[in-house]
């Protein structure tokens, strides 16, 4: 399916072939290696306040707009409420938003910065690439880890698209290190910031929205192995279907695949 009208393409033609080059372009050799150590010091975790260029972001913003009425809500008691929109709603209406998730820049850059080689996630994994969406009072997540389900490890782009809050990204960092203090912090992600981290490592959580906010983050998945023991598939699709997605987009998204 063509992206509707009103969903602007992020790279337009005649552009660079790299939608997120520019960005990326504007650390030298010398930044990355501050980049690559902030983040082992951090214990793989990376914020940085500017991070796409303002015209990428105001794009990334105006499908995010455009998007809102396929957001699936969701709410676990106590732990989370809000929405979001899974890669494969993506890939049929935002594949420009796709086109970034495979950006040969922004993937070299963030193997720069975490010494790994970092795999596309799976097709079927609707985390892959992903909108989330906070959008009425009381949307937030509490603390958690993001597990990973892959035999590998698996990092997180946090990507900030819309800010209209007072949400934070509260977080902890070296919880799973044993000879290293816990260090807490807490940062506002504006739109076009990003937050780069190994989300088996990082204890986080996002504050709840107050009333009249709006905010909206893009998450992109790599990991370092794609295979997944049967068994953790089922668990890792359950937990999509109640927390994210929901189960239509699941069972939607098996019958297209069998
Ligand atoms: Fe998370």
Redo the contacts with the bound molecule.
Sequence with gaps: MNAPSHIQPLVTAGAAPDPVFAAAAHADPLDHAHLRADFARQGAFLYLDRFLSPELTSQLAACALALVGKVNRNYLPRHKQGGSISRHTIDSLAPSIAQLYRSQALIALLEEVCGETLLLCPDQDPHAYALYYYTRPGDH?GW?Y?TSYYDGRRY?VLLGVIDNSSCRLDYVLHTRETDKPHEPGSVQIPPGGLVFFD?DKLR?RITALGEHEMRVSLTFEYVTDAGMRPWRRFISNMKDAVAYFGFRQLIRHRKANT
């Design positions: 997540i958690h993001d997180t989300g986080h």
